[in-house]
């Protein structure tokens, strides 16, 4: 298969109306420096969750029961 390089950034014309693949057709890999992201879905056979930033904590969903959980974080000193 091909590959194509490009050298300009891809930007939609209007926000948040345009997919990157689908259910059925999946990118196997992507491969960057920074993501960001609304709040972040995780979905797979096994389990469907998603990732939501609080203003003081994270807090997770399981999208199969409704169940909603904190995030229990210890800050790392260097």
Do not use: C
């Amino acid at each position: 298969m091909a590959k194509q390089v490009i050298r300009e950034s891809i930007i939609p014309v209007t926000d948040n109306t345009v997919e990157l693949g689908t259910d059925a057709k999946r990118f196997a890999n992507i491969y960057m420096h920074n993501l960001y992201t609304g709040d972040l879905h995780l979905k797979n056979e096994r389990g469907d969750w998603t990732i939501i930033e609080e203003e003081d904590y994270l807090s997770i969903v399981n999208n199969k029961t409704g169940k909603k959980y904190r995030f229990v974080l210890e800050e790392v000193k260097d």
